[in-house]
């Protein structure tokens, strides 16, 4: 039986939770990127083949509704360097 994937969206408070960031399938699997702002902090999970899962193996919270939810914070945005 075939074990892969075959579609992978990451969707969340990025993109408000509209399944617009479908990850790119390659030899180390799928793949992609999404824009947050600095120190924002996110929610999201993974539409895989048409099933709501998170990844186990990073932070998750759950929301009001008590879904539970992958959570990331963007880290700050970098001090420009000093002049001389």
């Known amino acids: ?3 892969e994937p ?5 969707t969340g408070s990025f993109d408000e939770w ?3 960031k479908h990850l790119q399938k390659g030899e180390d699997g799928f793949k992609g ?3 947050i ?3 924002e902090k996110i929610t999201y999970k993974f539409v895989v083949d048409g099933q709501w899962v998170v990844n186990n193996q990073e932070p998750t ?3 009001n509704s008590g ?3 992958n959570v990331r914070t963007a880290p700050e945005k970098p001090s420009a360097p ?3």
Do not use: G, K, M, Y
């Open 1 to 3: 039986p075939h074990t």
């Open 67 to 69: 879904n539970v939810n």
């Open 82 to 84: 000093l002049s001389n």
């Open 33 to 35: 990127t999404a824009e």
């Open 37 to 39: 702002n600095w120190n």
């Open 6 to 10: 075959n579609s992978v969206i990451v």
């Open 61 to 63: 919270e759950a929301d």
């Open 18 to 20: 509209s399944q617009s």
